[in-house]
């Protein structure tokens, strides 16, 4: 793993015209400036599609194979000849600084009926090949989501012979609904010519694209209702166990996520082909893949449905070694980093020391009674792993240590840096420690980067509303910034 630094920020994040960061013009002026800034990394979340009833997170996708066509930019569409300029207004006065998904979806789902109208009339060719290369997946992905919108309900819902899969009841669904199974795949196509050429983009500029792989797929997804023998699920098709993790950092109470478990033992009979074939995937749109929730692999918490928290679950193991000598076996090279955050038992470090994958360090957890012995500490790190100064899931640094630090944290935190530090300067105090350390890699969520606060926070587990909204304003990134960052890459051997 080469030494770098990278930044952390999600498409739905950049700014935009259009409600929702896309892959239009400012994912290309992003790319330019971690360029400009000598950064080797861009990282983003999961790029699968969300629903405002899973409160649109990411790690809740409908498939885990199809994109997000929200990500979509109208404006890539009119350079295609697939809209108009006068098609895409009025444009709705959205909020700037947040998405409003709702909003968002509604505005989006007009052009893009006009954009179909519009590829009706040309050549099919390029998504003829596009639906050849990804039928595997994407004929009934496209079905799924149309019958979702059909019968406007989750799949367990659904008419039996629907719900249960039988040839005949598809049949007729897909005759029924051709029109609108082929607009969905119209999109998947221009979803993925959208992302390959933004990827080719950042690769020219040497950013390599880091990935982000939810462990679990959302029990209302395309996976479950395609592949029902590999989840824990009763005679009902309902999930009959649900995951989470017992209680942590972020909740006394524990999380409780609602994906289905996996049935390990039906996976390693089928040779682990789902997830085979998923991670062939996800390795062509990135350069390397962060899998969430990586103890999961070894052992996971399940919890019986129904319940209210996740306290009383219990620890399953899972076939981990023999799972990833198969992919190891399929993919030499295998460019994945393990979120290991959370209970972390020697099993777990054991398998990533065998297969050599970095693991994750957090600047934030770092400043507690054991700093000394703390392996998120600096001068506890090791050469192969992520160090980041907060994630997706917990508080900006600002946002840290105006809200959440007690007097003891930043006496710690002074006493480690040998000197005081405000709210206005303790983030380039992270960034300096993180550049410093003997780290591989260091990847900063742009919160940081910009010194801001807590209402820049993306996610806040355990709840279920106000997430994933957070946007850039283009006045933010001021010119300055790149150039003290180049200076601290330049110093500390990241260039």
Known sequence: MQRGSGILLHITSLPSTYGIGDMGPWAYKFADFLSEAKQRFWHILPLNPTTPASGNSPYHGLSAFAGNTLFISPELMIHEGLLTKEEIEPVSSFQKDKVEYLKVISYKEK????????????????????????SSWLEDFALFATLRVHFGKVCREWPLEIRDRQPGALQKSKEQLHDKIEMEKFLQHVFFKQWFSLKRYCNHKGIQIIGDIPIYVDYDSADVWMNPEIFKLNGEKQPSFIAGVPPDYFSSTGQLWGHPVYRWDVLKELGYSWWTQRIEHNLKLFDLARIDHFRGFVAYWEVQAGEKTAIRGRWVEAPAEDFFAKLRKRFPNLPILAEDLGTITPDVRELMNRFEFPGMRVLLFAFGEDLSTNPYAPHNYVKNCVVYTGTHDTNTVRGWFEREATPKDKERLFRYLGHKVSAWDVHWEFIR??????????????????????????NRPATTEGNWQWRLLPEQLIPPLPRRLLEMIEIYGRA
């Open 111 to 134: 052009i893009f009926s006009r954009a179909y109208e519009h590829f009706k009339k040309k050549d099919k060719s390029e998504f003829e090949k596009f639906c050849s290369e990804n």
């Open 433 to 458: 420690l993180a550049m410093m350390s003997v780290a591989n890699m260091v990847i900063f969520p742009l919160q940081d980067i910009l010194g801001l606060g807590e209402d820049a926070r993306m």
